[in-house]
């Protein structure tokens, strides 16, 4: 699948379900579009009270040390405006609300490209299949195509909030089973590391976290034709005219 050259691209919004996803899925190619100038927006749809591992903290405890972790790990990779839309970890549903708030942030940040989770089950690789990363992932694309396009869709967000309907030229999954656009992060890898370091909640004690990170880089490097000692991140791209 051709992807819109990025030269064409000045704006992209990641929409995923926890602090964390973006970085595991897709850091190294937001560092590669940040380095090239493009405007890169996070939009977090939970605060990720449901995950770690320091029990010591309660879910209002860890809510806000996730999005400390998230705030910071988007700077590692050049992003500086993160959203939170606050629902609660593990119980996301693709609801019309859920698509009206995705929506709202399209028309705010008006972006060319939308990346998101696959809202596909991935019985490859499982862990991408979380529940709320599949529930995202179909809200947000719903979001892409119809709601923020249509300016019928969510009235209110026009009469009340004067967002005008916008239209995000493609979408790119990660998670999914069925890759078709990879790209290569050979030159930021180390930066995408340490986007995942700075989730200390949920990362510190992964002894082998880079190990972990490089040899799924490495496979996806393969899958793409790169050389020997590549590293790649792989996506689905969904044309959306």
Known sequence: MTAIDDADINTILVVT???????????????????????????????????????VLDNGGMA????????????????????????????VEPTLGLR???AR????????RVITSTPERN????????????????ATLDAVYPDARNP????ELLLDEGLEAWTAREVWLTGGPTPNHYID??????????????????????ETLEQF???FLAAGAKLAGLPEGSFAEGFQVVPTP
């Open 105 to 112: 942030v399209i028309r705010q940040v008006r972006p060319d």
């Open 185 to 206: 992060v050979t030159a930021t890898v180390d930066r995408k590391i340490a986007a995942l370091r700075a989730h200390v909640s949920q990362t510190a004690h992964m």
């Open 64 to 91: 806000a040390l996730r999005r400390a972790e998230q705030t910071e790990a988007a700077k590692r990779v050049g992003v500086e405006d993160v959203r939170f839309l606050g629902y609660q970890d593990g119980t």
């Open 152 to 155: 019928y869709a969510f009235p």
């Open 17 to 55: 379900a926890h602090p964390d996803d973006v970085d595991f899925g897709a850091a190294g190619a937001v560092a590669t579009f940040t380095d090239k100038g493009i405007q890169v927006v996070y939009c977090i749809v939970t605060d990720g009270d449901a995950g770690g591992f320091d029990r």
């Open 100 to 102: 009206r708030d995705i």
């Open 123 to 138: 019985y490859a690789r499982i862990g991408p299949s979380h529940p709320d990363h599949r529930a995202v992932g179909g």
């Open 213 to 215: 990170v490089r040899g």
